[in-house]
Structures are given as structure tokens and as C-alpha cells.
């Protein structure tokens, strides 16, 4: 039972199996059979998945380098005000 609704679908090891799926790691794609078709399918790179489903599509890593060394100035400065109390 999946509590998170995020995900579109999720193929299940049953599933796999009926469809005599294989995983192609070199090839980057998930191979299966339907009747004597054999077909595959390429796995979708991180980067054009939204970050809402795991992905990071749409981040920004110039933003978020910018905020961290923002929060570590803040925190170094809370951190040095306290020492002075």
C-alpha cells in the first residue's frame, strides 16, 4: 500500500515477471515481452523528472548554494553572538 500519490504508476515485481521484464542497466532501459512482441522502454534521466517526483527539474543549484552559504552566515554569526553573551 502506497501512501504517496506522487508517483504515476509502479511496476511490481508480479508484474515484471508476467511481462518477462529485464533491466538493462548498460542500455539505460527496462526490456519486456507482450505476446511475442519484444519491446523496451528507456528509464527517464533524474533531470527531467520534477523534484516533486524525486527528480531535479526546475532546481536550482545557484539559488540553493546561495542559500546555504547564507544559512551557514547566519548560523556562524548566532553562533558568535552567543560566545559574546
Known amino acids: 500500500v502506497m ?3 506522487s508517483v504515476g504508476f ?22 519486456f515481452r ?3 512482441t519484444s519491446m523496451s522502454t528507456p528509464f527517464l534521466h533524474e533531470k527531467d523528472l520534477p523534484e516533486s517526483k524525486g527528480g531535479t527539474k526546475g532546481f536550482d543549484s545557484q539559488l540553493a548554494n546561495q542559500q546555504f552559504m547564507e544559512y ?6 548566532a553562533a558568535a553572538a552567543a560566545t559574546n553573551t
Open 72 to 77: 551557514q552566515e547566519q548560523a556562524a554569526a
Open 34 to 36: 507482450i505476446d511475442s
Open 3 to 5: 501512501e504517496d500519490d
Open 10 to 31: 509502479l511496476l511490481g515485481l508480479d508484474m515484471l515477471k508476467r511481462h518477462m521484464c529485464s533491466i538493462d542497466l548498460e542500455k539505460h532501459c527496462l526490456r
